[in-house]
């Protein structure tokens, strides 16, 4: 049974560019959210999708957008990338009705 | 955003010495779910909590919700190197289970062999 998985591990960008980070949830589970996690930070929401729509969206501007497939999968628009977004990007994924999510390895993003 | 206060901010420890950390909350939450992260890696969910004064067990790790729903603790017996990491609490106000996970800031965890 795979769990959450993301792609890139890794990524260098330069300010002004944007990016698309992707993530497969875990087998079974149809909601994803998105983290956008600091160095020596906790996570902080970005947004939870459910259904293809966003369902709840935490203290992210507008350049943070995202996307839902019909096969549950997810992914995650940076624009006009700032120094500050870099971080580690989590996705993690829950089952209807359930409460416990599961995190995917993230996605380093550097800024330079 | 609203924020747990997750305490200790750091620890550093024997191994074989026994480890508790808290997460405290202003509002009822009703869950409360515990979480190990290693460097560069995603957090691990390591134990769930859905009812007021449930203690629960996994391995050597004991969590409980507390009576007032406002607070839950994490206890590690007998700690070994593999332990080092950092550790947070998240929970989740009552409202439907489309609420948010509101996040402690982690107690990071040393293991001195």
């Known amino acids: 049974d795979a769990g959450v998985t993301q792609s890139p591990t890794h990524l260098i960008k330069t300010r002004g560019q944007q990016v698309t980070l992707r993530c497969s949830p875990k087998?079974?589970?149809?909601?994803v959210s998105w983290y956008q996690q600091a160095l020596g930070q906790g996570p902080q929401f970005i947004f939870q999708y459910y259904e293809e729509e966003e369902r709840q969206r935490g203290n992210f501007p507008d350049r943070f957008s995202g996307h839902q497939f019909p096969n549950y999968s997810s992914e995650l628009n940076v624009n006009a990338l700032l120094l500050g977004d870099s971080a580690l990007y989590l996705c993690?994924?829950?089952?209807?009705?359930?409460?416990?999510?599961?995190f995917g390895p993230g996605t380093r993003l550097t800024v330079t | 955003g609203q924020q747990l206060n997750q305490s200790p901010q750091s620890m550093f420890i024997q191994e074989g010495e026994d480890v508790s950390m808290n997460c405290t909350s202003s509002s009822i939450f009703n869950t409360w779910l515990w979480y190990k992260q290693d460097p560069g890696e995603g957090p691990v969910l390591l134990i769930a909590l859905y009812k007021a004064g449930e203690l629960t067990s996994n391995g050597r790790l004991t969590a409980q919700f507390g009576i007032t729903r406002k607070d839950s603790f994490l206890n590690i017996s007998a700690s070994i190197p593999s332990d080092v990491g950092i550790y947070f609490c998240a929970g989740q106000s009552p409202g439907g289970n489309n609420r948010k996970l509101i996040w402690g800031l982690g107690t990071s965890l040393a293991v001195n062999p």
């Open positions: 993690a994924s829950r089952g209807t009705g359930l409460y416990e999510q599961y």
């Open positions: 087998s079974g589970h149809d909601t």
